[in-house]
């Protein structure tokens, strides 16, 4: 396994304002990934974070919305920007690890809430 | 793309076993997984299957039919502490690393 450090944990925000979240690995990484989390409801893939070029995002969403960045293996940053309140939700980064079979490893979250 | 079944709430008694089902349709197959996640936590990884059959790991089980497209995950003993979120996630087969993941079950587990 892995520890997967996110920042922040939890933040209010307002609305049309952008919030930057950061997540860091202390072990060698294969693959990073975000997922959103909404309410009640079950993990959606945002985009696949790569190394020194642009994320690969999933239909639905876009980099102007979400603009990632991946600027070495083991960190990488995922923006909201212009936030509404439909973008309240848990943001997860993801990891797959050298040497395992593909499973994927999570950091703790950070719970955005829009006002 | 995918699509991943799962029941949405199952509830069982302390010491009992609970079967949560989860059938997949899609183009191609990589691997099934399970994950738990606690309210309020992230996800953590319990189970792996690629070829038919069942792993056995402690109290927790998984049992893969490729040909049925179905999985289950079966929990033996079942402790309160077993009460979370059960998510089926399967590997996109055009894309080794990515999962997509069901609704997931909740398990509330009574004494």
């Known amino acids: 396994s892995a520890v997967i450090s996110q920042k922040p944990s939890r933040d209010i925000c307002q609305r049309g304002t952008s919030l930057t979240i950061q997540c860091q690995v202390d072990?060698?990484?294969?693959?990073m990934f975000w997922y959103r989390q909404q309410p009640g409801q079950s993990l959606t893939l945002i985009a696949t974070?790569?190394?020194?070029?642009?994320?690969?995002?999933e239909s639905g969403f876009v980099i102007d919305k979400f603009p990632i960045s991946r600027p070495n293996l083991t960190f990488s940053t995922l923006t909201v920007s212009n936030m509404s309140p439909e973008d309240s939700s848990i943001y997860l980064c993801?990891?797959?690890?050298?040497?395992?079979?593909?499973?994927?490893?999570f950091g703790e979250g950070s719970r955005l809430t829009v006002l | 793309g995918q699509n991943i079944d799962q029941p949405t709430e199952m509830t069982a008694t302390e010491g009992a076993i609970v079967q949560i089902n989860c059938t997949y349709q899609?183009?191609?197959?990589?691997?099934l997984f399970w994950y738990q996640q606690h309210a309020g936590e992230a996800p953590t990884f319990l189970s792996y299957?690629?070829?038919?059959g069942l792993e056995e790991k402690g109290r927790f089980s998984s049992f893969l039919s490729r040909s049925k497209g179905y999985s289950y995950l079966l929990l033996k003993e079942l402790q309160m502490k077993d009460s979370a979120s059960y998510l089926c996630?399967?590997?996109?087969?055009?894309?080794?690393?990515?999962?997509?993941f069901g609704a997931g079950t909740t398990v509330t587990v009574r004494a």
């Open positions: 299957n690629v070829l038919d």
């Open positions: 072990s060698q990484v294969t693959m």
């Open positions: 993801s990891v797959v690890l050298a040497g395992g079979f593909g499973e994927l490893f």
């Open positions: 899609t183009s191609g197959f990589n691997g």
């Open positions: 974070a790569n190394q020194g070029s642009e994320a690969t995002y």
């Open positions: 996630a399967v590997r996109d087969p055009f894309y080794d690393y990515k999962l997509s």
